[in-house]
Structures are given as structure tokens and as C-alpha cells.
Antibody, heavy 122, light 106 residues
Framework: QITLKESGPTLVKPTQTLTLTCTFSGFSLSTSGVGVGWIRQPPGKALEWLAVIYWDDDKRYSPSLKSRLTITKDTSKNQVVLTMTNMDPVDTATYYC??????????????WGQGTLVTVSS | DIQMTQSPSSLSASVGDRVTITCRASQSISIYLNWFQHNPGTAPKLLIYAASSLQSGVPSRFSGSGSGTDFTLTISSLQPEDFATYYCQQSYDSPTFGQGTKVEIK
């Protein structure tokens, strides 16, 4: 059974850096074809893809947020870490991590974690 | 970015109804379209991948169709556990999602 769980601060101040950790089980990020991605959902708004990292350390970022994001993996700990710099109240959202199946056009996120709500406020 | 537009944004339906949700891409995405179901406080769930392939474990009352720019998710007979928000997502380019369709009880 594959599970993923997000962890990190629930509250950050504007201009601070957010660090979120995705801890997963049931698969290895050293297996060919495997990826882990991050997606967020601001309250009352749509889902927004942020970043993905693959088994070969290939990394892809949302073009609109690329300058603020860094994604890394620790294969030995089964963890993926996302950092987002210069946080703003508009970044308030539930942040999800998910396994990425496939690395090309015929790919999808499944399964997902339960998400963690991050509020940006002074 | 490829923009994904869903319609309607919400709908009211009764148990047993046939429900159809539409997703339109701002450019052709071939069949690279996925559908998710989401309830507040839970993990989004993949229903359909590659426009029409049913994810393992998903009930057969869910089906997807379409290619190019126009896609459809159909629930053949709505069940109580199907009241949720549904999202389409394209995987042709950097992933983008539709704004969601909330299916509510009539």
C-alpha cells in the first residue's frame, strides 16, 4: 500500500521561507519511472501544480513559481522536501504531495497525501 | 500555460441521476487528460487517466471521453458517495487543473 504524508509548519510569516516534507511508504524514489510532486489549493480555489522530482533527480517546476521553489529528495529516508521562499498571504493553501506515475505526457498524480494547511500571516 | 475550463462550476443532482461534466483545454492536448474527485479534508482521488482509462478500483459508473480540446466525465448513476468536487488536469505540458465542478445534493 502506497501512502504519503505532508508535514511542516501550519503558520509562517510573510517573507519567510516555507519548508514542507513529504514522507512516503510503499514505493522507492530510486525506482525507474517514479516521481513525487507537490500541488496546492488555496481556500476556495482550484488546484495548482508546484513541482515534481523524479527517480533520476530530474526536477520540474511551475513556470510561474520557479524562482521561489526548490525540490529535493532523500531516497534513504523516503522523503521529498519542498522549499518556497518569500512567502506571502496569497500562498495560504493546503499543500499536497502525490506520487507521479510516468514522466512524459501520459502521466498522472496518484495517490495523494491528505494535505497540510499552511497559513501565511504576520 | 494551457488553460483548463470546466463547466458547469456547480450542479445539483439526485441519487440515480446521470451527471456530465465538461472540460475544455485552451489548445489541443490529445488524450492527456485526467479526472480527480475531491472531498474537503481528504486526499484527491484519481478517477480517469488518459481521457478514458478507468483507474483501478474506481466504480464503472464513472467514465471519461474526448480528445483534442473537449473532454467529458460522466457518472452514469449518481451515488451518495459521489457528492464531491471534480477536477480535470492536463498532462500534455506543465500540469494545470480546471477550476472544479461541485456536485451537490438536489
Amino acid at each position: 500500500q502506497i501512502t504519503l504524508k505532508e508535514s511542516g509548519p501550519t503558520l509562517v510569516k510573510p517573507t519567510q521561507t516555507l519548508t514542507l516534507t513529504c514522507t512516503f511508504s510503499g514505493f522507492s524514489l530510486s525506482t525507474s519511472g517514479v516521481g513525487v510532486g507537490w500541488i496546492r489549493q488555496p481556500p476556495g480555489k482550484a488546484l495548482e501544480w508546484l513541482a515534481v522530482i523524479y527517480w533520476d533527480d530530474d526536477k520540474r517546476y511551475s513556470p510561474s513559481l520557479k524562482s521561489r521553489l526548490t525540490i529535493t529528495k532523500d531516497t534513504s529516508k523516503n522523503q521529498v522536501v519542498l522549499t518556497m521562499t518569500n512567502m506571502d498571504p496569497v500562498d495560504t493553501a493546503t499543500y499536497y504531495c502525490a506520487q507521479k506515475y510516468g514522466s512524459g505526457r501520459g502521466s498522472w498524480f496518484d495517490p495523494w497525501g491528505q494535505g497540510t494547511l499552511v497559513t501565511v500571516s504576520s | 500555460d494551457i488553460q483548463m475550463t470546466q463547466s458547469p462550476s456547480s450542479l445539483s443532482a439526485s441519487v440515480g441521476d446521470r451527471v456530465t461534466i465538461t472540460c475544455r483545454a485552451s489548445q489541443s492536448i490529445s488524450i492527456y487528460l485526467n479526472w480527480f474527485q475531491h472531498n474537503p479534508g481528504t486526499a484527491p482521488k484519481l478517477l480517469i487517466y488518459a481521457a478514458s482509462s478507468l483507474q483501478s478500483g474506481v466504480p464503472s459508473r464513472f467514465s471519461g471521453s474526448g480528445s483534442g480540446t473537449d473532454f467529458t466525465l460522466t457518472i452514469s448513476s449518481l451515488q451518495p458517495e459521489d457528492f464531491a468536487t471534480y477536477y480535470c488536469q492536463q498532462s500534455y505540458d506543465s500540469p494545470t487543473f480546471g477550476q472544479g465542478t461541485k456536485v451537490e445534493i438536489k
